[in-house]
């Protein structure tokens, strides 16, 4: 028996691969689908079943091209329906991988067909769950995600209690859990850093499996939930009705264009200029009006959370050797119409002599110069709600990042906004953002509220009213 976690920081996503006597199954795969193609190939292996937990909202499943290319079958739960060749499991229905069995466990709450999946090994002994978003380390699925005329948040809540308590914890203690998220992911609202657990040990620490009773459970599990990404509805309806196959998404995205050709391509397709690099060094030259979210952060979160359309033609500014890389994760989350980077980077535009945009970027040393010679400055903290309420300076406002399109239009196009985050890297994708939205005077501070921390400014840390926005 071989089971493997193949977890995807970036995405705090977890794969799943299976293997037994020849036979795999890859669990929840991400859109990509040539590592699991090798790592059965590796094995001598024939991937059989490809099963779904349901219908993922944050990122675009590989499913279809894994099927297409393997001959496996799609599997998922009870009330799925799909546009493509699926089976649809019965609550309880066995299969078998090699020497395994698997076996389908309806359990709806986070979304109607959400299902657990439950492996017993050689011996016929229930050795491991993959419980997808039905219940995580440290949480549980949110279950505000697939509301249908009067289904509310709390009935979805109350039947994920119902599932977890006469489907999941039943199962013995040494069990061990396998979700298909980690910390970070926007499915859940308090999981652990840790990938995996027993299910005895999760009952003494998550705190919705503590719950007292049904109320309680549902109350603790509603509040306090965020909105979820606009791009969740969009990549949930491209895993139930098909999307484009990865090869065709990645061959039209790797196109490289001269530094004419991709000013040319930009003003004819309203193409949005992405650049990927680290954000201080796109604060030193840049295209104009183009956006920066850093690959080494988390990329394609933030392109799905702040470009409302999937079908946003793109175009990339990347290092040297990273365009594949930006291609691929924009692919994860359904962003399909990259066309085409700039060849040769941001050197190649500069060579050319063409216009590059700067962004101030200053020390928290200087940032802490200029409050203590002037209180009345325009200082934005675009950390999430949950941040700024457990301690933020006092003089800065609380505009989180995850609604810049709600309240850019707060802002004077002709005052000067310092900017910071917790380390810098979201600060800079809001300054670029209103740069490319025509507010010229935003400064970046370096390091965000770590480096802040360090100096001797005012810090609170409980919630206050919010100072109005200064015109």
């Not at 009935?155 to 061990?176: C, N, R, W």
């Not at 040990?201 to 705190?207: D, F, L, S």
Request: hydrophobic residues 40%.
């Amino acid at each position: 028996m071989n089971i493997e976690q193949i977890y995807t920081g970036c995405l705090a996503e977890a794969a799943y691969y299976i293997e037994s006597n020849g036979e795999a199954a890859i669990i929840d795969p991400l859109r990509e689908v040539g590592p699991y193609l090798k790592r059965a190939a590796k094995d001598n292996a024939k991937i059989k079943y490809i099963f779904e937990t349901h219908f993922h909202a944050d990122f675009v499943s590989g499913h279809i091209d894994l099927a297409e290319k393997s001959g496996a079958a799609i599997v998922y739960g009870p009330t799925a329906q799909t546009s493509f060749a699926a089976h649809i499991a019965k609550d309880a229905e066995v299969f078998h991988v090699g020497a395994l069995t698997i076996t389908a466990i309806h359990t709806p709450g986070h979304t109607p067909e959400s299902t657990t999946y439950l492996l017993k090994d050689e011996h016929g002994k229930d050795y491991c769950i993959f419980s997808g978003d039905t219940l995580f380390i440290g949480d549980v699925g949110r279950p505000d995600l697939a509301q249908k005329g009067s289904l509310t948040m709390e009935d979805m809540a109350g039947t994920l209690y119902e599932s977890l308590q006469h489907k999941i914890l039943p199962l013995a203690d040494d069990v061990l859990v396998y979700p298909a998220h980690g910390a970070g992911s926007a499915c859940g609202k308090n999981m652990s850093k840790e990938t995996f657990d027993t299910l005895g040990h999760q009952r003494e620490v998550n705190y919705a499996l503590k719950a007292k009773d049904k109320a309680q459970f549902v109350k603790e599990v509603t509040d306090g939930i965020l909105p979820p990404p606009a791009y969740f509805a969009q990549n949930a309806a491209m895993n139930k009705n098909g999307y484009e196959s990865f090869d065709e998404v990645y061959e039209k995205g790797s196109k490289p264009l001269s530094p004419a050709d991709f000013e040319a391509v930009a003003n004819l397709s309203g193409a949005l200029i992405l650049d990927t690099r680290d954000p201080q060094v796109f604060a030193k030259g840049f295209i104009p009006s183009s956006v920066n979210i850093g690959l080494n952060g988390q990329f394609a979160p933030w392109v799905g959370a702040l470009v409302a359309d999937l079908k946003q033609p793109l175009l990339l500014v990347c290092e040297a050797d990273k365009e594949e890389e930006a291609i691929t994760r924009l692919a994860r989350v359904g962003y399909d119409n990259t066309i085409g980077y700039l060849s040769g980077g941001i050197a190649a535009w500069a060579e050319d002599g063409r216009d590059l945009d700067t962004i101030r970027s200053i020390s928290a040393q200087e940032f802490e110069e200029i409050l203590n010679s002037n209180k009345d400055v325009n200082a934005l903290d675009v950390r999430k709600p949950g941040e700024y309420e457990a301690e933020h300076l006092e003089e800065t406002l609380t505009r989180p990042l995850d609604y810049i399109n709600e309240w850019t239009n707060e802002i004077d196009h002709h005052g000067t906004y310092y900017i910071h985050c917790a380390g810098g890297y979201r600060s800079m994708i809001a300054a670029s953002i209103l740069k490319a939205r025509g507010v010229e005077n935003v400064v970046d501070i370096a390091g965000g509220y770590g480096a802040i921390k360090a100096t001797g400014l005012k810090r609170t840390d409980f919630a206050c009213p919010s100072k109005a926005m200064s015109k």
